[in-house]
């Protein structure tokens, strides 16, 4: 078996194990009648002990790529998707055996699959790094982006337990809302999964040319109807449909197509779920919130943040102004990911601040730790994919 085949099986039982894992932390939390039993229950031992197995095979498959494609996977979405999810377990196992709180891992494992999933609906072919890429920068800064946000995604996995134990679901407010609102995100990212595997199966595609960013001729590859015609695109496949639109230059028209559908597909997944179940989802899972020690939550929640922050500033803010002035002759060019970068870091530094300085506890910080995971998100997702800049090769 050769290390990539090897790299893709240690994947999907790093997958497998996260998703039997989380079965046991459910039952931990079920099944538990006191909050020692609750801590220490067997199932909850079970549970981390096959997160452990599934983490290690997780880092065989990072390691096992990186000997076969003689880079640090981290250079392309697959790659830097599946590295995010195996930091964010990381972080987790080491917060569980600080707090043997099995909440953590019923919340937190479920987010890994979740991000393992939407990073395998991306190309995985090993290819060569583009000329941009080739340098020891590109392991140095992406790590410890990566490892700096799945650290910070840990506190929203906290707040959300947090928020989902303490918001009353039963009467109609802004808090059932929003955190609904939240729910209803996730399944967006499974409408990507869905909508992606759906039109895979179906082996759709379609060609196009198209005038680049660059003023040059270019050729692209839809794998989703379009709806969305890059800049000046021709059809080149006779049964392909016309876009409804064209888009500019600075507008990535293939994935702002993709990320329609998925929007789309995860909007018609919602409803089925709310027919089927016939109440928000946020109540189906707030009873398993409900031995969650709040002070507990609240106490990992900021204490992720405080160690996530300053491994964030330094690799998404520091390590790449360096990279970037070594690429590019500048620190900072206001290009769109280096602006949600600084965002991002804006957002946890008043975090930090409201936290110390005002007293921001409990819901108040629950909520700051959610919205910034949102934050995080779409600096993945939709400026990555749509948003043109010097980063497009993400």
């Known amino acids: 078996m050769g290390l990539a085949a090897l790299s893709a099986n240690l ?15 459910g039952g931990a939390v079920k099944g538990a009648k006191s909050e020692a039993s609750y801590r220490n229950h067997r199932w909850g031992n079970v549970g981390i002990t096959i997160t452990i197995i599934g983490f290690v095979t997780h880092l065989g498959y990072f390691i096992t790529r990186w000997m076969a494609s003689g880079h640090a996977p981290v250079s392309n979405m697959f790659e830097f998707t599946t590295a995010f999810g195996m930091m964010l377990v990381g972080a987790f196992i080491l917060l569980f055996f600080m707090y043997r709180t099995p909440s953590l891992g019923l919340f937190a494992l479920p987010i890994a699959v979740i991000i393992i999933g939407y990073a395998s609906m991306f190309p995985r072919e090993i290819t060569p790094l583009i000329p941009a890429l080739q340098s020891y920068w590109l ?15 840990i506190s929203a996995v906290a707040g959300l337990i947090y928020l989902l134990k303490h918001v009353d679901l039963t009467k109609k407010s802004k808090e ?21 595997t759906t039109f895979k199966m179906t082996g ?15 050729k692209i590859e839809y794998n989703y109807p379009p709806l969305f015609g890059m800049n000046g695109y ?8 016309e876009p409804l639109v064209e888009m500019p230059a600075v507008i990535n028209a293939k994935t702002l197509t993709t990320f329609v559908w998925s929007v789309l597909t995860g ?25 969650a020690n709040s002070q507990l939550m609240d106490e990992i929640g900021y204490r992720s943040v405080l160690i996530g922050f300053p491994v964030f500033t330094l690799g998404a803010l520091i390590f ?10 500048r620190f900072w060019g206001w290009d769109p990911k280096e602006v949600w970068a600084l965002i991002t870091w804006l957002f946890y530094a008043a975090f930090l601040h409201l936290r110390l300085s005002k007293g921001w506890e409990g819901k108040k910080s629950a909520w700051l730790a959610v919205i910034g995971f949102v934050i995080i998100m779409f600096n993945l997702i939709a400026v990555n994919l749509i948003i043109a800049g010097l980063h497009s090769y993400a």
């Open 11 to 25: 994947l999907l039982v790093a997958f497998i194990a996260y998703l039997v894992a989380t079965l046991f932390f």
């Open 139 to 153: 392991t140095i800064h992406v790590i410890t982006a990566a490892l700096g946000e799945a650290i910070l995604a």
């Open 176 to 196: 059932r809302f929003w955190l609904e609102a939240v729910m209803f995100t996730v399944v967006l990212v499974l409408g990507f999964v869905v909508s992606s």
């Open 204 to 218: 759709y595609e379609a060609h196009f040319t198209y005038i680049d960013k660059n003023e040059m001729p270019a």
């Open 234 to 241: 021709e059809i080149q496949s006779p049964e392909a449909m």
């Open 267 to 291: 909007i018609v997944l919602y409803l089925i779920l709310r027919l089927i179940f016939r109440r928000p989802l946020a109540a189906l899972f707030q009873p398993f919130a409900k031995k």
């Open 320 to 329: 790449a102004m360096i990279w970037a002035h070594e690429a590019w002759s």
